[in-house]
Nanobody
Framework: QVQLVESGGGLVQPGGSLRLSCAAS????????MEWYRQAPGKERELVAS????????NYADSVKGRFTISRDNAKNTVALQMNGLKPEDTAVYYC?????????WGQGTQVTVSS
């Protein structure tokens, strides 16, 4: 079965960095686009970044452009989100997501808190 497991969240001061990782299993990883979403308290879940199956096409939400970098390792079945210049408004639970054969799958999420 499809499984996504995120890691790397934590508490960081404004301006700091974190690297999130998502380990995928149960599907042919290099065939599917991968996405990172986030959900802040009281807000809707929003798309943060997406990467195509080859890594050749990448898109970011305007709010994270220039600060976040998405990447993937098809040999290790992982997708990462490098987050630099973190701001308090980046505080949220971050989720890995994949759409496989018309069905969406979410990881359990990892909490990122940006606070001094």
């Amino acid at each position: 079965q499809v499984q996504l497991v995120e890691s790397g969240g934590g508490l960081v001061q404004p301006g700091g960095s974190l690297r999130l990782s998502c380990a995928a299993s149960g599907f042919t990883f290099n065939v599917y686009n991968m996405e990172w979403y986030r959900q802040a308290p009281g807000k809707e879940r929003e798309l943060v970044a997406s990467i195509s199956r080859s890594g050749g096409s990448i898109n970011y939400a305007d709010s994270v452009k220039g600060r976040f970098t998405i990447s993937r390792d098809n040999a290790k079945n992982t997708v990462a989100l490098q987050m630099n210049g973190l701001k308090p408004e980046d505080t949220a639970v971050y989720y890995c997501y994949v759409l496989v054969l018309g069905r969406g799958y979410w990881g359990q999420g990892t909490q990122v808190t940006v606070s001094s």
